[in-house]
């Protein structure tokens, strides 16, 4: 894949991605008249954002250890699933600054809730995403 | 249930501007008139909900630029260096300043919206970094983890609060 095209794709789902997050956790807070849930709608985001990422890495992963060549062409497939999905889409979405911007002015529980939690729920969805596409020799391709 | 509407409402809106380039001159203006009978009606519910669209609009150009910004940055250090996880770091920190920069700004100022909500939230990331700490937990890369986690934490949190004691606003 070209670095244009790359671009292209990466910033299509940057763009989708920064969209959902200001919907989901700037103006659903706002539209319901409680600003202050802003901080809790920025956790759930970042967890599904982490959730997904893993989950699309894993998924990747799997496809790599079949072996690209299945997929046809030789970069095709995994290359637009990395720069729109993973590091587009779920990128725009996730963000570590609003997060750190919100730190002083939120609550300790919820700060040490998304930094324990969004790792192990990335390596959850990695996990789940090499099983279910069948990645781990244990666990034929086939089946 | 007006939550949702609020929502709805945005989506149709940034699909509705998008909308008329494609239409012909007569359908356009057929729509500009609707939009103003619209505006005359609505009140000042349809002013808010343009500045809501503009904030939308402002935020997913930002963001646009803040991802391609953070793959490139991420890209050559993979290549270069082979540790994508520092570019992730350095991308969040770099973020994180921008951010405590952008806090002299008042809240509704389109240039906060474009820069603190796009920009610097595309430009960094949770998602990249937890699947970069999932690979360290598989791999048992203790030290790693240790940077990644809290280390990044206590130094995104002192570069933003830094960042924000230079810009003015002690808020």
């Given amino acids: 894949m070209t670095v244009l095209r790359r671009t292209m794709f990466v910033a299509a789902g940057g763009a989708s991605g920064a969209t959902a997050r200001v919907l989901l956790a700037t103006l659903l807070p706002m539209a319901v008249d409680r600003p202050h849930w802003s901080i809790a709608a920025l956790l759930l985001v970042n967890l599904s954002g982490s959730l997904m990422a893993g989950f699309l890495r894993g998924v990747l992963e799997a496809k790599q250890q079949r072996g690209g060549a299945r997929v046809g062409v030789g970069d095709g497939g995994g290359e637009w699933l990395d720069a729109f999905l993973i590091v587009g889409f779920c990128g725009g979405y996730t963000s570590y600054s609003g997060f750190i911007a919100m730190v002083p002015a939120g609550s300790a529980l919820i700060a040490a809730a998304t930094l324990c939690l969004c790792p192990l729920v990335a390596l959850l969805g990695m996990l789940l995403g090499v099983r279910l596409s069948g990645g781990y020799p244990a666990r034929p391709a086939s089946l | ?171």
């Avoid at chain 2, 008329?20 to 203006?29: D, E, F, K, Y």
């Avoid at chain 2, 402002?58 to 260096?81: I, Q």
């Avoid at chain 2, 906060?112 to 937890?130: M, N």
């Fill in chain 2, 1 to 171: 249930m007006e939550a949702w509407g609020v929502v709805l409402f945005a989506w149709e809106r940034l699909l509705f501007a998008r909308g008329p380039c494609l239409c012909p001159s007569s359908a356009r203006a057929a729509i500009l008139r609707h939009n103003v009978r619209m505006l005359l009606a609505a009140g000042d519910i349809l002013a808010m909900d343009i500045v809501l669209l503009r904030m939308v609009v402002l935020a997913a150009l930002g963001g646009a630029l803040g991802s391609v910004v953070r793959d490139r940055v991420v890209s050559v250090l993979r290549t270069r260096a082979g540790r994508a996880d520092l570019g992730v770091l350095a991308v969040n920190l770099a973020a994180c300043v921008i951010v405590g920069l952008g806090a002299g700004f008042a809240g509704a100022d389109p240039i906060a919206h474009f820069i603190v909500l796009g920009f610097a939230g595309g430009l960094s990331t949770w998602s990249s970094l937890a699947v970069e700490v999932a690979g360290d937990i598989r791999a048992r890369r203790w030290a790693r983890i240790a940077l990644h986690v809290p280390g990044a934490f206590a130094l995104a949190l002192a570069l933003f609060l830094a960042a924000r004691a230079l810009a003015g606003d002690h808020s």
